[in-house]
């Protein structure tokens, strides 16, 4: 079974930046889509950026792209996601969902079948 850590959140300032971290575990070596979602208080979950294990290939959604960097680091099985320039609007609840998955992203996934269980992220304004 997939299981998914996150780690990483807390309560900054507007302007600063955080790196979250997701650790998988369980896994084996197939290929893969890991994203990252964020939960704001009162709106749907809305997928912020996903990686591709096959070809490195990412991508970012329109509110995030230029201050949100995913990478991934193979050997620790954990992928990341360092946010800078963050605004309050970035308060809420971030997931890494995961899907074994062989192919380029090019647009939001979606078709995750694991999720963990979380971190906050609460910037103040």
């Known amino acids: 079974e997939v299981q998914l850590v996150e780690s990483g959140g807390g309560l900054v300032r507007a302007g600063g930046s955080l790196r979250l971290s997701c650790a998988a575990s369980?896994?084996?070596?197939?290929?893969?889509?890991i994203g990252w979602f964020r939960q704001a208080p009162g709106k749907e979950r809305e997928e912020l950026s996903c990686i591709g294990s096959s070809d490195g290939s990412t991508y970012y959604a329109d509110s995030v792209k230029g201050r949100f960097t995913i990478s991934s680091d193979n050997a620790k099985n954990t992928v990341y996601l360092q946010m800078n320039s963050l605004n309050p609007e970035a308060t809420g609840v971030y997931y890494c969902?995961?899907?074994?998955?062989?192919?380029?992203?090019?647009?939001?996934?979606?078709?995750?079948?694991?999720w963990g269980q979380g971190t906050q992220v609460t910037v103040s304004s």
């Open positions: 369980g896994t084996n070596r197939g290929d893969r889509a």
């Open positions: 969902p995961f899907r074994y998955f062989a192919g380029t992203l090019v647009a939001p996934f979606r078709e995750y079948a694991s």
